[in-house]
């Protein structure tokens, strides 16, 4: 199956800062990029969807000023959790899908811990 | 609106036992269907994946999966489980638009 690369695997940060998370495709050019958000011993929330070269659509309930979607080419999307609180602590994933593709490629996920 | 049901928070088999995970599903367009399994910390594994065609799915690591569309349904089972399939299992539903939503999850432990 085609690949999807997330980095970092893992970030501590202290409240307050930003952080950036990168979502890449590596083998397929990925026209839409999803991010989910898992708490501990829950399941996946969508937040966000993105298409390369336009605005992101977000979910009920995701705040667009604070979770920075960019899909600038087509095979990187990044989000930048900005001004992070304890709250924001929690396991991001990205997936990514191409026209040609059945089905959204997962990455590996970023644990986002905010101190 | 799609939306997906896993019945069973929880479920411990011996090894060697039958696995069987239960997924309904609610979609108002044919439904593309996914099985996922995660480890801790890990990212997400597709162990199988119906969209269209033949409604028994057959994936990774013996685990197969049945369409039935008059019960909405999408069940899970391995024949014989193995120490190594106990993880977090999630059922999600899709369309042509790659977008998931999924199941609450279950929680699968294998007694020695």
């Known amino acids: 199956g085609a690949v999807v690369s997330q980095h970092p695997s893992r970030v501590i940060c202290k409240s307050g800062t930003s952080v950036k998370i990168e979502c890449r495709s590596l083998d397929f050019q990925a026209t839409t990029m999803f991010w989910y958000r898992q708490f501990p011993k829950q399941s996946l929330m969508l937040m966000a969807t993105?298409?390369?070269?336009?605005?992101?659509?977000?979910e009920q309930g995701v705040e667009k000023d604070k979770f920075l979607i960019n899909h600038a080419s087509l095979t990187l999307s990044t989000l930048t959790v900005t001004s992070a609180h304890p709250e924001d602590s929690s396991f991001y994933i990205c997936?990514?899908?191409?026209?040609?593709?059945?089905?959204?490629?997962f990455g590996q996920g970023t644990r986002l811990t905010v101190v | 609106a799609q939306s997906v049901t896993q019945l069973g928070s929880h479920v411990s088999v011996s090894e060697g036992a039958l696995v069987l995970l239960r997924c309904n599903y609610s979609?108002?367009?044919?439904?593309?269907l996914f099985w996922y399994v995660q480890y801790p910390n890990q990212g997400l594994q597709l162990l199988l994946k119906?969209?269209?065609?033949?409604?028994l799915v057959k994936g990774i690591n013996g685990f197969e999966a049945e369409f039935k569309k008059s019960e909405t349904s999408f069940h899970l089972t391995k024949p014989s489980a193995h120490m190594s399939d106990a993880a977090e299992y999630f059922c999600?539903?899709?369309?042509?638009?790659?977008?998931?939503?999924f199941g609450a999850g279950t929680t699968v432990t294998v007694r020695a």
């Open positions: 979609s108002s367009v044919p439904p593309y």
């Open positions: 119906y969209t269209t065609g033949a409604t």
């Open positions: 997936s990514a899908a191409g026209h040609l593709n059945t089905e959204a490629f």
């Open positions: 999600a539903v899709g369309s042509n638009d790659y977008k998931l939503s």
């Open positions: 993105s298409n390369e070269g336009s605005k992101a659509t977000y």
